[in-house]
């Protein structure tokens, strides 16, 4: 159940809203709305598949009386197996679940053996929950822990906005939140504010990067078909996407969360207004480069044993990063990407390098879009491919470039069949014009969080609202395709 | 503003600007139903197009009361069978271009949804189908079961232009006086077809010439067949299946197996089947329906007229012995023999 969907957006969403201040108005335990909250976040995760809830309840349960034991009076060498044995566990459950696939596919290919693949289908939020959890473990180990119930620790983990997308709460900012008792009543101001981002995040998710996905997809699918602006489009497109998405998704979440009065942490600031990669990184998945801070590149010594280690460390945690972000190898060569280039910007801060803010601005989001194309690929292969033709001039088309905006696209004919009336979007001028239009909003306007920092309840951001929820209704309405099957002769 | 204020306004311009306007078009489409997913009638959904018979059947057997004693699969010729005319109940899932390969799945869904194990499936068998060519389409089977089983899709499905666009088109089909095109359904399963079969006579001559040019040393059998008949027998042993071979006219008939190679497939194809089936309801011998082109709609496909004349025969072969004849293994040769030996009478 995505938060796009019909069922929780007009069912799921309502009754669980509903039910929760009921609850706290009826009644007589100060748990049973935490625990009506856990019921539901459960309900929303086995709804994808009923037999994962035992592996996330056993998560929750496994982790929360780890953590009791730091509680106790014990020895602190019981303390550290405690910890260690904990880690562990966190990171084999995800090892088997996310990973395990991906290794005995390369040791059957560097040992030529022949083991059978397990196909695991990845429980859905596992590399979510698993680092929360990391997290939490730790700190009651260091001793940073502070009273906590199983209900809201149960919640923490499975607190449905936050649930399958992120971002990566800590325990510290969600707990207090769900024991205070002044977030227990119906707030008509977060309410309008979590309605407000709600909207601007469905509107980027179903009307924003569900479209351009569909010029990505077709590019990404004929991939060695493609001309130099088609490789182009296509990683343009796909960059478009993945921010719309993901940021879109991390909007809705904030707005539901803010439903029930709780605030989620902020995990993007225009990402693409970073002006080099370690910026970029304190902009995208904020709550990500969190965790990776404080659970790996602190603890590894972070910048305090040398230079060397340092660069190694930065290293280290940007290879985990990529790998965590997918079993695969056009991952980790993300990751790669993204550790040398942050080694190098802080290898040029240290020795005084400088560039214009508008050079470093163009070169970031020129390496961020290319690295996309090995986040996107299936293969290597296929991610070198496309980033060679969009550097190998390439025109490809048999009309002159000068007709370039008269014809459909040939390489995007597939995008053809979504007929907005006045135009489809196979257009070369729709397609360009869009993705130019997206990249500005991208780079110069206020995002989602500062819309949200000034949102006040007047006529402006009522207007605005509308004008998002009619234009997103309208792009479901055009986007929402029957399939044909016309071939008649047998 | 205040933010309850706000909050109300939000609400009722919501209301508005996009429940109002929306809730028109699902109503429109709803009352047209062009998805097949609800059973009610009126005069503006009587004819309804089939863009896509593999969604637009699978929704009519999720979402209506599926109780049926039997079942007709094939491919489109079968669509235009009147499952009416069946003496017993039976729900005619033709669908256009399927694949043998697609028939496990599709016999599986409906009789995952029927009430009871259906007494007999009727299975249209296609000389096409022992090709090796055959193939699956794009889209696998699960796709529209599991479209046509997404919460809230009978509803969901109502908000989209194409859909409306459907709509539209079938309301024209609904309030015009004469249907005109290749195939269209009532609402309640039963294909008619506007087409007056007066360019047969030259699609056939086009075919004589096309196989003329074909020069196959061998058939290129299609190398599942063998299992997918076996997965068939296997999986639906409950239910007693009827193979029927099309009927084809018989100028089609005789030009392609002029052709050595496809003679010698054809000879493998009957083999094949009474190896598998006890009984296969062969309608290729010369008859009223292959010989007279009064019956047929192009090359290809036989007219709803010929498709009740078929089931008859089905349900009586030995009164009906002029059009259908009941291949086993112990009369196949002869079968074969004679149909050579006829067709070659006939291009003399």
């Given at each position: ?25 009826s ?5 049973a ?29 496994v ?49 030529e ?80 504010k ?20 569909i ?33 879109g ?10 439903l ?5 942490p ?22 990500l ?25 930065i ?40 560039l ?29 491919t496309i ?5 190998q ?10 007709s ?32 130019i ?54 | ?10 609400i ?37 197009a ?9 929704n ?100 989209s232009?194409?859909t ?58 299609n ?42 497939g ?32 192009d ?9 009740t ?40």
């Amino acid at each position: 159940m995505l938060f796009n969907s019909v069922p929780f957006i007009f069912l799921f969403l309502p009754i669980v809203f509903i039910g929760y201040f009921v609850i706290i108005k009826s009644a007589p335990s100060k748990k049973a709305s935490i625990i009506w909250l856990v019921i539901s976040s459960l309900f929303f995760y086995a709804f994808w598949n009923p037999m994962y809830i035992f592996l996330i309840l056993s998560s929750i349960f496994v982790n929360y009386n780890i953590a009791k034991i730091f509680h106790a009076n014990i020895d602190g060498k019981y303390k550290k197996i405690g910890v260690i044995a904990g880690v562990i566990f966190n990171v084999a459950l995800l090892g088997y679940f996310k990973y395990v696939d991906f290794f005995i596919k390369n040791i059957n290919g560097i040992f030529e053996t022949d083991f059978a693949l397990l196909y695991i289908m990845l429980p859905l939020a596992i590399s979510f929950f698993t680092f929360q959890q990391i997290a939490f473990l730790v700190d009651n180990y260091r001793g940073e822990y502070e009273k906590n119930t199983f209900s809201s620790y149960a919640l923490f983990v499975s607190f449905f906005p936050q649930l399958i997308a992120g971002p990566i709460v800590h325990h510290r900012e969600m707990m207090p939140q769900f024991e205070d008792e002044n977030n227990k009543n119906i707030n008509i101001n977060n309410i309008s504010k979590g309605l407000f981002i709600f909207i601007i995040g469905l509107t980027k998710k179903v009307g924003i990067a569900d479209t351009v996905a569909i010029w990505a997809n077709t590019g990404f699918q004929n991939y060695e078909s493609l001309s130099t602006i088609d490789a182009w489009i296509t990683s343009f497109s796909y960059t478009l996407q993945l921010y719309f998405d993901f940021s879109g998704y991390c909007d809705m979440a904030i707005g539901i969360a803010l439903l029930f009065n709780i605030k989620l942490p902020i995990n993007f600031l225009s990402p693409y207004k970073a002006r080099n990669i370690q910026d970029f990184w304190k902009r995208w998945h904020i709550t990500l480069s969190r965790f990776l801070t404080s659970y790996i590149y602190i603890p590894l010594g972070g910048n305090r044993k040398g230079e060397i280690r340092t660069y190694i460390n930065i290293f280290i945690v940007f290879l985990i990063s990529g790998f965590w972000h997918g079993a695969g190898w056009t991952f980790v060569l993300w990751g790669i990407f993204h550790g040398i280039a942050s080694m190098a910007v802080r290898l040029w801060g240290i020795i005084g390098f400088k560039l214009p803010y508008w050079f470093s601005w163009i070169i970031t989001f020129m390496f961020v879009n290319i690295t996309w194309v090995y986040f996107r690929a299936t293969s290597i292969e296929q991610a070198n491919t496309i980033i060679s033709k969009m550097f190998q001039f390439n025109y490809n088309y048999n009309y002159p470039l000068s007709s370039f905006f008269q014809k459909p696209l040939k390489i995007f004919e597939a995008a053809g069949q979504y007929d907005f009336i006045l135009f489809k979007l196979d257009n070369p001028k729709i397609i360009v014009f869009t993705i130019i239009t997206l990249l500005i909003i991208t780079f110069i306007t206020k995002n989602s969080i500062q819309l949200l920092d000034r949102f006040r309840t007047n006529i402006k951001t009522l207007l605005f609202s509308q004008v998002l929820l009619i234009g997103l209704v309208i792009i479901i309405f055009f986007i929402h395709k029957n399939s044909e099957f016309l071939y008649f002769n047998f | 503003m205040n933010a309850k204020k706000w909050l109300i306004l939000f609400i009722l311009s919501s209301i508005i600007f996009v429940a109002v306007p929306s809730a028109v078009v699902l109503g429109f489409n709803y009352y047209v139903d062009p998805l097949w997913n609800f059973d009610h009638k009126n005069k503006y959904n009587t004819l309804q197009a089939s863009f896509n018979e593999r969604q637009q059947k699978t929704n009519d057997i999720s979402n209506g009361k599926f109780n049926y004693q039997s079942l007709l699969i094939g491919t489109s010729r079968t669509t235009y069978i009147n499952q009416y005319e069946f003496q017993e109940k039976v729900y005619n899932y033709g669908l256009s271009g399927q694949s043998i390969l697609e028939y496990p799945y599709y016999i599986s869904y409906a009789q995952e949804r029927n009430n009871q194990i259906f007494n007999k499936i009727y299975m249209e068998m296609t000389f096409s189908s022992f090709k090796s060519t055959t193939r699956m389409p794009m889209e696998h089977p699960d796709f529209y079961f599991e479209k046509s089983n997404a919460l809230f899709y009978r509803y969901t499905s109502l908000f989209s232009y194409d859909t409306l666009q459907k709509s539209l088109d079938n309301i024209n089909l609904s309030t015009n006086d004469k249907f005109r095109g290749h195939r269209a359904y009532h609402r309640n399963n039963v294909a008619i077809t506007g087409r007056e079969g007066n360019q047969v006579a030259n699609e056939l001559d086009k075919y004589a010439e096309e196989m003329k040019s074909i020069k196959k040393e061998k058939f290129p059998v299609n190398k599942k067949y063998n299992d997918i008949l076996l997965t068939i027998n296997n999986k639906f042993s409950d239910s007693e299946i009827i193979p029927f071979t099309d009927p084809i006219p018989v100028r089609k008939l005789a030009a392609m197996l002029e052709v050595e190679a496809y003679k010698e497939g054809y000879e493998k194809w009957y083999k094949e089947m009474v190896n598998h089936f006890p009984k296969v309801y062969s309608f290729q011998k010369i008859s009223p329906i292959t010989e007279n082109l009064e019956y047929w709609i192009d090359d290809s496909h036989f007219t709803p007229e010929a498709g009740t004349m078929m089931i008859k025969a089905l349900e009586d072969p030995k009164g009906n012995s002029n059009i259908i004849t009941v291949v086993t293994k112990e009369n196949v040769d002869m079968y074969l023999k004679n149909t050579f030996s006829e067709l070659e009478k006939q291009i003399k």
